[in-house]
């Protein structure tokens, strides 16, 4: 057996990660500046970035379901020319795709349970 990934899912959860930052720092962002100190009027302007937020979403879930695909996918275990991943990489990378995807979704929906903790 060889360890060697057929198809990688870090690509996806970066690029999932990255566009789910870019889809909140119109409102998480503002929130860690002003608690690690940071203050000023131009932090005002990241909410100017609010309307590129359903696009930074939509590009998150496609990043997301790249990832799943190419870890759930028919050809996530094996390769075309028989080699196959050992199972526990691919369960190190299933359950390393669920949390980035948790933490994700907290990301993305921040701006709709912030309201009750504050």
Known sequence: MSS????SPVAGI?????????ASI??????????????GAWI???TALDAWRPWFSAATLACLGWAF????????????DGSCIDPSV??????????ATFVIALLLLFPYYVPWLL
């Not at 409102?27 to 860690?32: A, G, I, K, Q, R």
């Open 4 to 7: 060697s990934p057929t198809k």
């Open 14 to 22: 970066l690029g999932a990660s990255l566009a789910a930052i870019g």
């Open 26 to 39: 119109c409102c998480v962002v503002p929130l860690v500046l002003v608690l690690l100190g940071i203050s």
């Open 44 to 46: 005002a302007n990241l």
């Open 69 to 80: 695909w190419s870890v759930y996918g028919s050809s996530a275990r094996c390769r075309a």
């Open 90 to 99: 691919l369960r190190r990378r299933r359950r390393w795709l669920w949390i």
